[in-house]
């Protein structure tokens, strides 16, 4: 997930939904008894929270603490991404660290790690998900950055077992609008031949989000959206794997862990065929007013993470390791 702060634009209709449609959701001390999960890596902002040493110090935590399946809180995929800069230069300082935990590494401790390329900033009029992504000069910035920072990390770590990141995220309740599906469908298209070019028969995993609840999307626009997200799934070259972000961290309230487990069963109830799976993004932080993120309540994010496991939701990779480590580890 990008350094992010999403603003909830007129692109489709947003509602705080009465609590009486959200079930409470239990909490418990964090890690006893969460449910297994993975997590996120933001290579580019780790500077502005850890050194590589202090990353190394996280990592060698996870082994020590989450590395056993028969264990609660059990860390089993990662997702590395915006691993380089606009020009696609790795930032290896940080990638130096976390190679040797990578499936294929030195020392191991995931079982499966997704690695994404670059979240480049939109400059132009209005959104990067609607202006930015119809943009065709910007769209094809993208891939190409993305290209050349796939490449590099390849020749960099060639030991390193991967699978692909979609780093370009997504308002996906906004896809009843074909131009902005025929945008996303094509560039996932292009960026997805580009990386299999580099690293053949990979899986591609996407964490893109739904900006508001079911009951708040337009009913004239409902139908529109089930046609053009089942276009968008049926074309791609490969099936995606979705860890949907669950939102709760960053609207405000207005999404809620019963909203987030609407969408996923509105997904799997239609495209389970074309899907490779549909996971959960359990969002480690919350929103301050002033738009900052900090951790989410410890006991809090835990309940959350029972509450989709008690709906039968796998957990998978949450935005992100900096939040995770806080509220388990309390820094």
């Known amino acids: 997930m990008r350094t992010k702060r999403i603003t909830l634009v007129a692109a489709t209709v947003s509602a705080v939904v009465g609590l009486m449609l959200h079930p409470a959701v239990a909490t418990a001390a964090p890690s006893d008894t969460d449910p297994p999960m993975g997590l996120m890596i933001q290579v580019s ?34 997702v590395l991404q915006d691993i380089a800069d606009t020009n696609g230069a790795l930032y290896t300082s940080y990638l130096d660290v976390l190679a040797p935990f990578l499936p294929g590494g030195a020392t191991p401790i995931f079982s499966k790690a997704y690695v994404g390329t670059v979240d480049l900033p939109w400059t132009g009029q209005g959104s990067k998900y609607i202006d930015g992504i119809e943009d065709p000069a910007f769209q094809t910035r993208n891939l190409d950055t993305s290209r050349s920072a796939a490449a590099s990390f390849v020749a960099r770590y060639p030991r390193s077992v991967i699978d692909w990141y979609v780093t370009y995220e997504a308002n996906l309740s906004g896809f009843w609008d074909v131009n902005l599906e025929g945008a996303y469908r094509s560039y996932l298209q292009r960026l997805m031949s580009r990386l299999s070019g580099i690293r053949a028969h990979r899986a591609f995993l996407w964490s893109p989000a739904f900006w508001t609840p079911y009951s708040s999307e337009p009913s004239w626009g409902t ?21 949907l972000q669950d939102m709760v961290g960053q609207s405000g309230g207005t999404e809620t862990p019963a909203t987030a487990v609407e969408w996923v069963r509105y997904l799997k109830g239609r495209w389970s065929s074309k899907l490779a799976s549909v996971q959960i993004n359990a969002e ?18 835990s309940g959350r993470l029972q509450y989709y496991a008690s709906n039968s939701i796998s957990l998978g990779p949450a935005w992100e390791i900096r939040y995770w480590h806080q509220r388990i580890y309390g820094s």
């Open 223 to 243: 139908s529109a959206l089930a046609a053009n997200l089942g276009d968008l799934f049926t074309r791609v070259p490969v099936p995606l794997s979705l860890a």
């Open 284 to 301: 480690q932080f919350t929103d301050a007013p002033d738009g900052a993120f900090t951790a989410g309540s410890a006991n809090a994010v």
């Open 45 to 78: 902002t780790l500077a502005g929270a850890v050194s590589p040493a202090g990353l190394k110090v996280w990592l060698d935590e996870i082994r020590s603490d989450h590395h056993s399946s028969a264990r609660s809180g059990f860390v089993n995929t990662v």
